[in-house]
């Protein structure tokens, strides 16, 4: 097929009328499929249902001996922050391991950033006169929404494919003592599935801020869900590359089992500097008197070590990658020749970051839904909800059966080719 701006206007008004076919046929078939979220689907879950039996209940103390059914440990049970430490290649001593949300964590320790002095700080974040942060984009909507809640300024940073456009960052960062941070996916981003190379991390590190206190959340959200775990991408410990650099309180670094076990049943992390740590410690040490420390227990009871945890990441890839090798075929087959639409093709994550044409994307999600197919909103993956160029839309192929995603991505696709062909007519239309 050729590229839809080749077309002659008889052809493309053809196009618009098969399409528009295929429209109400799917219409006919009153379908209610949600893609809107990366949610585990049920084999998922299912892989790692030994985690409910994996604590006797004559087994509830950690390896001190520890009565972990009581009050205390506010910085988790030591098996969990040794485990944690292994995973993500830090000493455990500079690991918080606590409830069950990654986000939850971020959130908390944004409050913090605002309400408290952090080492290297003047004063609480909350007392500067305007506050701004910096968004990698297209991003992670849940990121864009804390920022929003404390009244951030956000600015969006574009993507490369080495991560974010760090001339962009070191210029931002290094003239403006109101940036106070950037959001950072390093590991398979949300939604592009873009690593970050080392260069950009060392960058990240090094990089002069006008801000003394800039801080740099490290959301390692994806860093074990490889789709080939025989060759998995890796980052350098942004722990140890701001220590280097003498800038060893800028990173704060989050990860979670949330997609490894249960999600809102898992265990979650933070990793920082020393000094961060003991400022965290005593501030969670007046929020609560310990987590689920039994949660924690059991968790490692079932996860033992990195190697296990490797083998219950290889299941999931072998349940992710013909949905994400699904997408990708039926992209290639219904847009690949009609230069309507571009897309990531992710080595792991769980995401796909899908481009149509300027000032599309919320139409075509919006007849999806009328379709009976929900995308995540058009613009969620910017901050404020707003594409400037209204043309990112996120897929998210883990949760459905391989048979239900087929039918979404037919209909996503027949929607694209409806929007881009009546657009070009449209235009050539006016001029």
Same mark, same amino acid.
């Given at each position: ?76 049970? %030591? ?47 909350? *007392? ?29 940073? *574009? ?26 996916? %390093? ?119 990195? *190697? ?23 992209? *290639? ?12 093709? %992710? ?85």
């Amino acid at each position: 097929m050729p590229s839809f701006s080749s077309m002659e206007p008889q052809a493309l008004a053809q196009e618009t009328r098969e399409q528009r076919d295929r429209c109400d046929a799917f219409r006919a078939m009153s379908l209610s499929l949600n893609m809107a979220r990366g949610k585990p689907c049920k084999d998922q879950l299912d892989a790692v249902a030994g985690l409910l039996d994996a604590l006797p209940s004559t087994d509830y103390r950690d390896e001190t001996g520890f009565d972990l059914r009581n009050y205390g440990l506010v910085e988790g049970i %030591p098996e969990a922050r040794r485990l944690f430490g292994a995973l993500l290649g830090v000493p455990m001593d500079q690991v918080l391991a606590m409830g069950n949300s990654s986000l939850n964590l971020m959130f908390d320790v944004m409050v913090r950033c605002l309400h408290l002095r952090l080492p290297g700080s003047e004063r609480p974040w909350k *007392e500067e006169p305007v506050l701004k942060f910096l968004c990698p984009v297209p991003g992670y909507d849940r990121h864009f929404a804390i920022t929003k809640e404390f009244g951030f300024e956000m600015i969006p940073v *574009e993507m490369t494919p080495d991560g974010p456009d760090m001339d962009a960052v070191e210029r931002l960062a290094g003239a403006d003592p109101a940036v106070k941070g950037i959001w950072c996916i %390093p590991v398979y981003s949300n939604p592009d599935g873009i690593t970050y190379s080392e260069e950009t991390c060392r960058r990240l590190a090094a990089m002069r801020t006008a801000a003394p206190d800039f801080r740099i959340f490290w959301d390692n959200a994806y860093f074990l869900h490889h789709l080939d775990p025989s060759n998995p991408d890796r980052v350098p410990d942004i722990l140890s590359l701001c220590s280097e650099q003498g800038h060893a309180d800028r990173p704060y670094e989050f990860a979670s089992t949330s997609k490894i076990t249960f999600a809102g049943g898992g265990i979650a992390c933070v990793a920082a500097s020393p000094g961060n740590v003991a400022m965290l410690k005593r501030s969670f040490g007046i929020q609560t008197i310990g987590p689920d420390k039994l949660n924690q227990l059991r968790h490692v009871r079932f996860l033992r070590n990195p *190697e296990r945890v490797a083998e219950i990441m290889a299941r999931h890839a072998d349940i992710l990658r013909p949905k994400f090798d699904t997408v990708l075929s039926i992209l *290639e087959q219904e847009l690949g020749e009609t230069g309507t639409a571009r897309w990531n093709r %992710p080595r792991g994550g769980y995401f796909i970051s899908l481009f149509v044409g300027d000032g599309l994307a919320s139409r075509v999600v919006a007849m999806a839904k009328e379709l009976g197919v929900e995308f995540t909103p058009a613009g969620a993956t910017y901050p404020y909800g707003r594409d400037p160029r209204d043309h990112n839309i996120r897929i998210a192929p883990s949760f459905p059966p391989i048979a239900e995603l087929e039918t979404a991505i037919r209909v996503l696709c027949a929607c694209i080719r409806l929007a881009a062909a009546e657009k070009l007519l449209a235009d050539r239309s006016a001029s």
